[in-house]
């Protein structure tokens, strides 16, 4: 088990090593010249000088060759610093961790609503296969799976705060403020989340251990409820990692719809107002928690399954 | 050696079984009418999509403008109808550029195995540590808005699923043996690759690109409703949401009407690859009768 | 002894997407209390899915007709609860394929004292020792250590005796064993035919034993019963049948042995899809003459107990102008 772990460690090492390139060289796809960028943003167009441009050129280390700017640049990042914002020269870190929180809230709040939703519809459309409540649920899935959540945002806000009233059209604040983001991102995600709930339960039911369970003379609810659920549990959660994913991608878009305050939005908002470090900072920090994420599901994932545990462990 | 023509007739047979899914069918007509649509946009189309009249602005759908104007007087149906090339476009290209590189760099690591499959495999890891949307917004918000930079991002950001599968399915097959059989006849890797393995890792490259080009056409919609890729006044669904959220209240069909497009679009999209990834699978599912 | 089970006319047919197939086509069987039947053919005739049917445990899309009595009752009558009530703890399945017909994330010992809390009311401690004393009393070594693993921690043989131990959990009455030799070894198989041996003597119960190893249900057997393409097509004492099979397919079997010198049957076994006209058998027959093509065969009683169904074998049939052809065939095959 522990050195099982201490792979998986080593490849995520190597592949956040990889993020950080992969980051540090999209930067520098931005067409145009960096330090005429920075001091665009810094000074103002007027009264811009060749000779402030080359200042900065050399104040920032852009004349150095590229790889040489990587290594400082990460050498910087594992210190925690991450440079500062071109627009408000805060410390980027610090920008990202203060919204770092309000992201966490919208995606556990949104994990939550999909959960939900999806666990009871996956399980019951799976062991009433082929009824109405199925073939209903397998069809709003997939409506929900096509409809883009942007517009299913908008169209809550039209009927729920222009409408109705009842609740805010964007912001951040009370409970009031996070049932529209969580639910657009919530309802996106169990759509895709309900069919994959029923398609492992369909899996687990259709196995020899269920005929045995059955031929036991078990009723159908503890057959569904004791042997089912345990097997079909395991590639759920694999199913719930994967959806951390979707959940990343959902709020940088909600959060823009409904001005939540968080990592989303912060990276949107940087990437219009050309603030490179803001976004090489974002960037990097929502890949690594991705990957940090990924991790521990795996780990999880290797603890549930007994065949999995004893194979790399005891 | 026409390990090839004997794998064209069970897909023969699988066009047969496409045609009994009716809702893959229906996809597939949804389909066809939306290309129809993008093709013979200029005779389809009622009003020229760029000509304002701003007399006649925000006005709700009537005989005239059957789907409404928008805030410049523009007929929203023409311009869904010639945003419907655009969006086509986006998906059959770069649906098409990370199939074929998936495919590519799937069936090398898979087939070469070693440093190589090493090597392209820890660069797809790389790529899929981020938020598929998030790095292409990184992607297309650097480069600058335009519809190719969007294009250009998708495709760095879509290749990699490819990769996965069909190096998974070219680790089963290549130890099978007619692949032996042929090489001890003497044909070399590239021909190997194409005539005999490719066509048996076909199946599922075929659903994804299916599934995929829907989802790319959601991204894509994601991308323009966020003020990147083609811009204003080019129709394009993405950004005709993104304009309408100003006027929500009075005028909500600036909204409604790009939202059901993209989303009947991708609906059909998904419902053709259901019903593909449905025949393709293989039929375990059945019990086992003795 | 009264009879337990009375099978009458029953058949089973799946709907697929490739068409209807006749798994069962008309199987008259009667099981008698304490007697041990063994149900033999190849892989893909419908044993199988005979033992399942009389449980009912057969997917959606399989249709049962055909009457099953089990101590009077017919129990195809019988609503899902009235069923679930009788499976394990009257009618117990012994389910082929050990690897996964356990539950991989479940204790051996809660699979085992599942049944004893439903049918003996066990508590739960109560239960799990029990389970262990069962586990012990079929010879599995070191049972309290095995009732706390998983089931893949442990070998073909072991797992197949914890499903013979989930299957008399209940003290049922009538166990059916399905395949309970198959994919295992010479030597675990002989221990499987000893375990099944003393619990027949030890319960009391009638057994079915379905197998395709004539070695096994030799070994077990009372009577032994010939299934091909969903029918029986011999039925008799078991040495009787062993010694002198009278069908021409049960002669093949027999004569397929390795100890009779591994002679195989000509041609496959048919799709139960496209199921041959006349007797079912016929294209493979070397006996086989213009009537097996057209006219089915009965099953006709040609000794006390001993019952074949063939043409050839039927006396109460017109005789043939090609007896004589039939006559030569006799002493060549």
Not at chain 2, 133 to 147: M, Q, R, T, Y
Not at chain 3, 91 to 97: E, K
Request: charged letters at 20%; hydrophobic letters at 50%; one cysteine or more.
């Amino acid at each position: 088990m522990v050195r099982y772990i201490a792979r998986r460690l080593l490849l995520v090492i190597i592949i956040v090593l990889g993020v950080t390139i992969m980051t540090f060289s999209i930067m520098h796809m931005a067409p145009g010249d960096p330090a005429e960028m920075i001091a665009v943003a810094r000074y103002g167009i007027e009264n811009l000088t060749q000779d402030d441009i080359e200042w900065i050129r050399r104040a920032e280390g852009l004349d150095a060759p590229v790889y040489v700017q990587y290594a400082k640049w990460l050498n910087h990042v594992l210190h925690g610093d991450f440079g500062r914002s071109l627009i408000t020269g805060e410390p980027v870190l610090s920008e990202i961790l203060t919204r770092f929180p309000a992201t966490v809230k919208l995606a556990v709040a949104g994990m939550m609503v999909s959960l939900l939703i999806a666990i009871p519809a996956g399980i019951i459309s799976a062991v009433k296969q082929y009824s109405l409540i199925d073939s209903l649920s397998m069809i709003v899935a997939l409506i929900g799976v096509s409809m883009p959540n942007f517009w299913l945002g908008l169209l809550l806000i039209i009927l729920f705060s222009l409408y109705l009233g009842v609740l805010p059209v964007c912001g951040y604040g009370g409970i009031r403020y996070i049932i529209l983001p969580a639910v657009t991102l919530g309802t996106g995600m169990a759509a895709i989340t309900t069919r994959l709930i029923r398609s492992s339960m369909l899996e687990v039911l259709n196995q020899d251990y269920i005929t045995t369970a059955r031929a036991k003379g078990l009723k159908e609810k503890s057959i569904v409820a004791r042997h089912a659920l345990k097997n079909a549990f395991i590639p759920v959660i694999t199913v719930i990692g994967l959806q951390f994913g979707h959940l990343l991608e959902g709020t940088v878009i909600i959060e823009t719809i409904f001005a939540w305050p968080g990592v989303g939005k912060l990276l949107v908002d940087s990437i219009f107002a050309r603030d490179f470090s803001l976004i090489q900072g974002c960037v990097l920090f929502i890949a690594v928690v991705f990957v940090l994420v990924n991790l521990v599901v795996d780990i999880s994932y290797m603890y549930l399954d007994p065949k999995i545990r004893y194979e790399k462990g005891a | 050696m026409s390990e090839v023509a004997l794998k064209l007739r069970p897909q023969i047979q699988n066009l047969r079984q496409l045609k009994k899914n009716k809702a893959a069918m229906i996809g597939l007509i949804i389909i066809l009418f939306f290309v129809f649509t993008a093709i013979f946009a200029p005779f389809i189309a009622p009003h020229d999509p760029y000509e304002q009249n701003l007399e006649k602005a925000l006005l709700l759908p009537c005989k005239e403008y059957p789907m409404g104007t928008d805030e410049l007087g523009r007929c929203i149906m023409s311009r869904i109808i010639f945003g419907t090339r655009i969006s086509l476009q986006i998906g059959i290209i770069v649906t098409g550029i990370t199939a074929c590189t998936g495919v590519l760099l799937g069936m090398i690591a898979g087939y070469y195995g070693g440093i190589l499959d090493e090597i392209i495999m820890r660069i797809v890891d790389i790529l899929l540590a981020f938020p598929g949307l998030v790095l292409a917004l990184a992607i297309a918000g650097l480069l600058g808005p335009g519809l190719f930079n969007v294009m250009l991002a998708l495709t760095i950001v879509g290749w990699m699923g490819y990769a996965r599968v069909v190096r998974g399915s070219v680790l089963s097959v290549k130890e099978k043996e007619f692949v032996e059989t042929a090489r001890a006849l003497g044909a070399g890797d590239i021909y190997i690759l194409f005539r005999h393995i490719l066509p048996n890792v076909m199946a599922p490259v075929i659903v994804m690109a299916t599934l995929g080009m829907g989802y790319v056409i959601l991204a894509a919609a994601g991308l323009s409703f966020l003020g990147l890729g083609a811009q204003p006044p080019t129709p394009v669904w993405g950004a005709m949401l993104n304009n309408g959220r100003a006027f929500m209240r009075t005028a909500p069909h600036l909204t409604a009407f790009p939202g059901l497009a993209i989303m009947i679009t991708v609906l059909a999209f998904n419902l053709l690859g259901d019903g593909l990834r449905d025949i393709f699978d293989p039929r375990l599912k059945e019990k086992k009768i003795e | 002894m009264g009879i337990l089970l009375s099978i009458r006319n029953l058949e089973t047919s799946f709907y697929t997407g490739d068409g209807v197939v006749k798994a069962v086509n008309g199987i008259d069987l009667d099981i008698q209390d304490g007697r041990i039947v063994g149900l033999i053919g190849e892989t893909g005739c419908g044993k199988s899915v005979l033992g399942l049917s009389i449980l009912r445990l057969l997917p959606r899309n399989a249709e049962i007709r055909g009457k099953v009595f089990y101590k009077g009752q017919d129990i195809l009558k019988l609503t899902e609860e009235e069923i679930r009530r009788l499976r394990g703890k009257e009618v117990a399945l012994i389910p082929q394929n050990p690897s996964t017909s356990l539950n991989p994330v479940l204790k051996i010992g809660t699979q085992i004292a599942e049944s004893l809390q439903l049918h003996r009311r066990l508590p739960r401690e109560k239960a799990w020792g029990a389970a262990v004393d069962i586990l012990r009393s079929l010879d599995l070594p070191n049972p309290e250590k095995r009732a706390e693993e998983y089931p893949h921690q442990l070998s073909g043989g072991m797992k197949q005796r914890v499903l013979a131990a989930v299957g008399i959990a209940g003290e049922p009455s009538l166990l059916i064993a399905d395949e309970p030799t198959k994919g295992l070894d010479a030597l675990i198989r002989v221990q499987v035919v000893e375990v099944l041996r003393r619990l027949v003597l030890q319960t009391g119960a009638a057994m079915l034993i379905i197998t395709h190893d004539l070695k096994v249900a030799a070994g077990l057997c009372d009577e032994l019963a010939v299934m091909y393409a969903g029918e029986i097509i011999e039925y008799g004492p078991a040495e009787q049948l062993l010694s002198s099979p009278e069908h021409p397919y049960a002669r093949g079997l027999i004569a397929s042995l390795p100890g009779n010198g591994l002679k195989p049957i000509e041609g496959f076994s048919p799709s139960l899809i496209n199921l041959p006209a006349g007797c079912k058998f016929h294209p493979r027959c070397p006996f086989a003459i213009k009537a097996c093509t057209e006219e089915h065969p009965r099953l006709v009683e040609i000794e006390e107990g001993h019952r074949v169904r063939c043409l050839l074998v039927d006396q109460s049939r017109e005789p043939e102008k090609d007896l004589f052809n039939w006559n030569l065939q006799k002493e060549v095959g």
